[in-house]
């Protein structure tokens, strides 16, 4: 199985030059298929990639979104900052196991490619009713899933606990940028920001 989702990785990147993120060298279509490897030896049981999420800060990076940082708290709540929002979006997150839901596609060389074979795990995040995604031009309350590698490709940082002190405010702690970034850049220009 492991064999045909590598394979069909291949496939969907054969007409791709590289593996782009904005604000980043570009990577090969070796390194995204070796992204898909290493998450899954890192990520071998639903368990570990729970722990991979619960109590992180990840801060995320494509050209449609830019920067997003969110929180995942132990107790499956999520603290969103998005780029332009005046307050955090709270939601919640998940870890299941692959079924045959619909999954996110990924970006790789400025293009969309769907995951042909989901996954074994997927993240998922559910956002209130009154969320509304820019991008897909979906309002929340349904739940969100993308293939683990997929996403932990997408993850530029991340840093134990909530140092941005996301999940204990209301309001941003500043407005964000759509420009590729660290946690530690967010933190220079943070004067309400906790460091946990």
Known sequence: MRSLIIIAALLALASCDTVSKEGAPAKTKADYVASLNMANTSVNSLASARAYYSGYTRNTFDPWHG??????????????WYPGNRVIVKG??????????????VVVANKVVTTVQPQPYLICYQY???????????????WSCRPLPDDQYLGTERRKGDPLGLSTSVRVPYPLDKKKTTIDRLLSHCKSCSVN
């Not at 920067?67 to 969103?80: C, H, I, K, R, W």
């Not at 997150?93 to 996110?104: F, I, L, N, P, Y």
């Open 67 to 80: 920067t997003q940082v969110e929180y995942n708290a132990p107790d499956g709540m999520s603290y969103l």
């Open 92 to 105: 919640r997150w998940k870890v299941e196991t692959s079924t045959s839901k619909a999954v996110e596609p």
């Open 128 to 142: 209130g009713l009154n969320s509304y995604n820019p991008v897909t031009k979906q309002r929340g309350g349904n």
